[in-house]
């Protein structure tokens, strides 16, 4: 998978997995990966959702785990994860 597309930052690491479980219930296919420090130092972990799943996450997202997640962010192919993100 790319690092392109949409970084969900749960309130905690046990969010993490509900919402993990949530999107591939959905088939979505999404990525658990560490937390950019840039984003947030809230939750150790995130989960990348391909730029080929957005509506679908998203979806998911506003209909199941909305109260769990802190932040949303745009993730840039092209640049390192802890260099650039932008709040959606």
Do not use: W
């Amino acid at each position: 998978m790319k690092r392109e597309g949409v970084l969900i930052v749960p309130k905690s690491g046990h969010y993490a997995f509900e919402i993990e479980n949530a999107l591939k219930d959905k088939g979505v296919e999404c990525l658990v990966i560490p937390t950019p420090k840039v984003v947030s130092s809230e939750c150790g972990v995130s989960l990348l959702i391909s730029k080929g799943f957005l509506k679908e996450g998203i979806s998911v997202i506003e209909e199941r785990c909305q109260d769990k997640v802190s932040g949303v962010y745009l993730m840039p192919e092209t640049l390192p994860l802890s260099l650039k993100v932008a709040k959606v």
